[in-house]
């Protein structure tokens, strides 16, 4: 368990991006639903701006990932996570399997157009973090010593991914196909094929594989093209039908998950609910206005698993609700408010007004939910974290006006806290953290530390600790580095 919450907080520094993606992307599309830019250029230039991060988002979280699971923060770790990435998407792509099947484009299966995915990217930064910490020291024999150390770490790596290809070559297809079968026998189900269809697809999103369900329901592969027959782009739409496999995610993504974020602010320690609370409501927002809802999603996901699944199966009970009611709106991009407003004289659209007080339903159940299991569980999402060996000082010895100290001043005091320049080994930063490797931890002044606005101070075996001083910590380290020459 502590290593999926490990690894949910490493997801915090690609999911912070996000939002902002969400909402630029969002924008365009209201700017230009038809054309996506088409038709207009700031349209465009707000779509392609996010897009660039929402399309390159296994990437991030393979760079992320990477990070955020070793402790030294080295450029040969982000080498290696973004070389593999590099590797395994290019093989995956469906021009080169075209190549390799020896077979024309628009005969590579399916699966090939879907193959990069957050499960991908997930993989490949837990396999680098993985080999930096078993080989980032290995000695080579001489002849061989300039790839040593931290430069074999890329090369291993390189070669794994090598082999995780070609068995993804073999078996995503096959997955990719057995859930499109798996999406044909649910569509025959009604309310409830809608239901187990909502499910799956928020239960699958890590893997990619909610792709092969949507292509389903959304398009055309089985016939149903909910998506096109909502707007009427192609006939066949049955009022109070077509729409059913959207209709059930605008109460989950514009009420629903903001409740559940709300609930996670409210679960936070005090201390940090400032840290945590500004990537909450941008993710929040962004599920609210787009539909977009990776960011606030990866925040639990794999932090409290068990969150997660409720999020599934609630998803899978809107998703009922609304086919049997028949509450239906559509959308072109996401179930966020921007296609709500756009699917209200769509030709399709029925009750539409009725998803609002739905809803609200949603967006109560989230937060009561959320907010019972967190504490009742102790479940640790954002800002719940337990941090062990933290230093603690009733009375510090020193005082000094915080709001008066700029970054040179806390960097000096610091230093001298710690022992003086001569006894810091190394120095960097993580989100809100101070990393410090020192020669002799017997030197440190907790109190002087404490007194410059320190929330607390994390030991980490004989040599090594973390100062908890909150996000603008990248500024005092750099003056920190300045000081001391690196």
Partial sequence: MKYLQR?????????????????????????????????????????????????NLPLLFAIGIAIGMVEDKDAMLVMSAVVSYMIINKLLSAKTVSLLMDIPLK???????????????????????????????????????????????PIICSATTLLISALFLVIWPNLFNAFIMFGEFMSKLGPFGAALYGFFNRLLIPTGLHHALNSVFWFDVAGIDD??????????????????????????????????????????????????????????????????????????????PSLYFIHALLTGVFMYIAATFKWIAGFGFSAGFIDYVLSIKAPFAHDILMLIPLGIVCFLIYYLLFRFMIVHYRLMTPGREIEENI???????????????????MA??????????????????????????????????????????????????KDSLQIILGIDVEFIVDVMKEILGR
């Fill in 391 to 409: 230093i603690q000082v009733e009375k510090p010895q020193y005082h000094y006006e915080v709001n008066q100290l700029d970054y040179d001043d």
């Fill in 412 to 461: 000096i005091i610091l230093i001298e806290a710690l022992g003086g320049a001569s006894n810091i080994v190394f120095v960097d930063s993580c989100l809100t953290r101070l990393r410090i490797d020192l020669k002799d931890m017997s030197c440190i002044d907790e109190n002087k530390i404490l007194a410059v606005g320190a929330s607390g101070i994390v030991k980490l075996g």
């Fill in 7 to 55: 690894l949910g907080k490493s997801l915090m520094l690609p999911v912070s991006i996000m939002p902002i993606a969400a909402i630029l992307k969002g924008i365009g599309y209201w700017i230009d639903p038809v054309g996506w830019g088409a038709n207009n250029v700031i349209a465009a230039f707000l779509i392609e701006s996010g897009g660039v991060i929402i399309d």
């Fill in 107 to 153: 005969e590579v299966p399916i699966a090939f157009n879907n193959s990069s995915n957050a499960l991908i990217g997930i993989m490949i930064g837990l396999m680098c973090a993985f080999y930096y910490q078993k080989f980032h020291h290995i000695q080579l024999p001489q002849s061989l010593s300039f790839f040593g150390g931290k430069r074999f770490v």
């Fill in 227 to 304: 998506i096109g027959k909502f707007w009427g782009r192609v006939s066949g739409g049955v009022v109070g039908v077509t729409g059913m496999y959207q209709a059930g995610f605008f109460p989950i993504m514009m009420f629903g998950l903001p409740g559940a974020a709300v609930a996670i602010y409210k679960c936070a320690r005090k201390e940090k609910r400032k840290q945590v609370g500004a990537i909450l409501l941008s993710a929040a927002f962004a599920s609210f206005l787009t539909g977009v809802t990776e960011p606030l999603e990866f925040t639990f996901m794999f932090a409290a």
